[in-house]
């Protein structure tokens, strides 16, 4: 079996300003919709369906699946709502908080946002398996969020005044959501510090490559920051990769840190540009299966490369640094990342309405399962909180040496720029003759 791979997201959630893209479930929305809305159990029995044929758990985790459906199609349902209603509930049987249900606004919104324009505040946001606690994967760059000092592991604990215990994932993201130039305020917690948040929600156009070219001791460098794998991080990674090579650039940093994921192709797409030969990442289904994708001999530099991650770069961020490490391409710089190794595949359902499911898990290429876990860093540098809120207040900062990150980074990307001229020096050494004799 391969997956439908233009159909699966890697976010750590579809939540505040997820980027997917929608696989039809062989519905004709057209034709169909005023169907759905006058027989609500149809609905129900779709989505039963495609839980039933895809959910990457066969047991359904310990669920009678079949029992739920006679359940939830044995009662009656007077209007639309109360079958979507229905159909969270089925879902939660689940206990997987990436697979769940979209009405149509939130279906919609969600399309949206594969387009690389946003309207919110710009934050991704999780829900904690065991503890349910709402908590921010990441904020994007540039951003009401990111403005407003919003961090990764920040935990949400109200909005607008209204506790979020026991609130599910879908709920909190329409209540952050909302139009522009309207406010919405958040409580957070961040470590033992409760803070009031006020933002202003906005309309987000979002490019998600800037590059630019810094000064090293082994000469220039080129410094990529991704901050999320939307439909158009490929293209824009690939014209940052050849403008920088123009510029003669001996080497590489991208900044992987607080990018919440996005979209497995994009994913995919992105570490070919770096990996000549090689697996890239596993994808395991309920029957075992397992789809492997790998480099296509068309990476378009094999200078040294160094990746800054942390706790907010997640799923799609995972695999290309997973890939990278793996296939000792790259060092990695930062903190441990997030840890959520599970495929979406978001189906248009008849309605207009729209669900996510769980399809699968992704190991690295060393087999590695980094779900719950994450990737642990070669190379361990954290921030203490002075320093978390001086990058917070001086963005301009980021990604320069008075980053600490940053700093490590550039220091061991010079190691590996001198080992690389080192062993090009052995390499090129004329024949019975060593270097330096």
Same mark, same amino acid.
């Given at each position: 079996?391969?997956?439908?791979?233009?159909?699966?997201?890697?976010?750590?959630?579809?939540?505040? @300003?997820?980027?997917?893209?929608?696989?039809?479930?062989?519905?004709?929305?057209?034709?169909?919709?005023?169907?759905?809305?006058?027989?609500?159990?149809?609905?129900?029995?779709?989505?039963?369906?495609?839980?039933?044929?895809?959910?990457?758990?066969?047991?359904?985790?310990?669920?009678?699946?079949?029992?739920? =459906?006679?359940?939830?199609?044995?009662?009656?349902?007077?209007?639309?709502?109360?079958?979507?209603?229905?159909?969270?509930?089925?879902?939660?049987?689940?206990?997987?908080?990436?697979?769940?249900?979209?009405?149509?606004? &939130?279906?919609?919104?969600?399309?949206?946002?594969? $387009?690389?324009?946003?309207?919110?505040?710009?934050?991704?946001?999780?829900?904690?398996?065991?503890?349910?606690?709402?908590?921010?994967?990441?904020?994007?760059?540039?951003?009401?969020?990111?403005?407003?000092?919003?961090?990764?592991?920040? @935990?949400?604990?109200?909005?607008?005044?209204?506790?979020?215990?026991?609130?599910?994932?879908?709920?909190?993201?329409?209540?952050? =959501?909302?139009?522009?130039?309207?406010?919405?305020?958040?409580?957070?917690? =961040?470590?033992?510090?409760?803070?009031?948040?006020?933002?202003?929600?906005?309309?987000? /156009?979002?490019?998600?490559?800037?590059?630019?070219?810094?000064?090293?001791?082994?000469?220039?460098?080129?410094?990529?920051?991704?901050?999320?794998?939307?439909?158009?991080?490929? /293209?824009?990674? $690939?014209?940052?990769?050849?403008?920088?090579?123009?510029?003669?650039?001996?080497?590489?940093?991208?900044?992987?840190?607080?990018?919440?994921?996005?979209?497995?192709?994009?994913?995919?797409?992105?570490?070919?540009?770096?990996?000549?030969?090689?697996?890239?990442?596993?994808?395991?289904?309920?029957?075992?299966?397992?789809? /492997? &994708?790998?480099?296509?001999?068309?990476?378009?530099?094999?200078?040294?490369?160094?990746?800054?991650?942390?706790?907010?770069?997640?799923?799609?961020?995972?695999?290309? $640094?997973?890939?990278?490490?793996?296939?000792?391409?790259?060092?990695?710089?930062?903190?441990?990342?997030?840890?959520?190794?599970?495929?979406?595949?978001?189906?248009?359902?008849?309605?207009?309405?729209?669900?996510?499911?769980?399809?699968?898990?992704?190991?690295?290429?060393?087999?590695?399962?980094?779900?719950?876990?994450?990737?642990?860093?070669?190379?361990? @540098?954290?921030?203490? &909180?002075?320093?978390?809120?001086?990058?917070?207040?001086?963005? /301009?900062?980021?990604?320069?040496?008075?980053?600490?990150?940053?700093?490590?980074?550039?220091?061991?990307?010079?190691?590996?720029?001198?080992?690389?001229?080192?062993?090009?020096?052995?390499?090129?050494?004329?024949?019975?003759?060593?270097?330096?004799?």
């Amino acid at each position: 079996m391969t997956l439908a791979k233009r159909g699966l997201i890697l976010g750590a959630t579809a939540v505040a @300003v997820a980027a997917v893209t929608v696989t039809g479930a062989g519905i004709h929305l057209s034709q169909s919709k005023a169907f759905f809305q006058e027989s609500p159990k149809e609905l129900i029995d779709q989505v039963w369906q495609l839980i039933d044929r895809n959910f990457v758990d066969a047991t359904f985790n310990q669920v009678d699946w079949d029992a739920v =459906r006679t359940e939830y199609l044995g009662r009656n349902y007077t209007n639309q709502e109360e079958a979507y209603g229905a159909i969270r509930e089925m879902l939660e049987t689940l206990q997987d908080p990436y697979t769940r249900f979209m009405d149509p606004e &939130e279906f919609r919104s969600m399309q949206i946002d594969t $387009s690389g324009e946003l309207t919110g505040v710009g934050i991704q946001i999780s829900q904690d398996e065991e503890t349910k606690e709402i908590v921010v994967v990441a904020p994007i760059e540039d951003t009401p969020a990111f403005d407003a000092g919003i961090r990764p592991q920040d @935990v949400i604990l109200a909005i607008d005044g209204e506790s979020t215990e026991g609130m599910e994932l879908n709920d909190a993201v329409s209540k952050i =959501r909302g139009t522009v130039g309207s406010e919405v305020t958040l409580t957070i917690r =961040r470590g033992d510090e409760e803070l009031e948040v006020p933002m202003v929600r906005a309309r987000i /156009e979002i490019h998600p490559v800037r590059y630019n070219v810094q000064a090293g001791p082994e000469g220039q460098v080129g410094y990529i920051r991704l901050t999320q794998f939307s439909a158009n991080a490929a /293209e824009e990674m $690939s014209e940052a990769i050849e403008d920088l090579e123009s510029q003669g650039v001996t080497g590489y940093i991208l900044d992987l840190r607080s990018n919440p994921g996005g979209l497995l192709y994009s994913s995919i797409d992105i570490a070919r540009m770096w990996i000549d030969s090689g697996i890239i990442v596993s994808t395991v289904n309920r029957q075992g299966v397992v789809d /492997e &994708e790998t480099a296509n001999s068309r990476a378009l530099t094999d200078k040294p490369l160094v990746v800054l991650v942390d706790g907010g770069s997640a799923s799609a961020s995972e695999i290309l $640094s997973g890939a990278l490490r793996d296939n000792e391409r790259a060092l990695l710089v930062g903190t441990r990342t997030f840890g959520k190794g599970l495929v979406q595949s978001v189906r248009s359902l008849g309605d207009g309405s729209g669900v996510a499911i769980t399809v699968a898990k992704y190991l690295t290429p060393n087999g590695t399962d980094i779900n719950k876990n994450g990737i642990t860093p070669d190379i361990s @540098v954290e921030l203490t &909180e002075e320093q978390q809120e001086a990058l917070s207040t001086n963005r /301009e900062a980021i990604g320069t040496e008075a980053d600490p990150q940053y700093a490590q980074a550039l220091a061991a990307l010079s190691t590996e720029i001198q080992e690389a001229r080192a062993g090009d020096s052995v390499t090129t050494a004329p024949s019975g003759r060593t270097p330096g004799n």
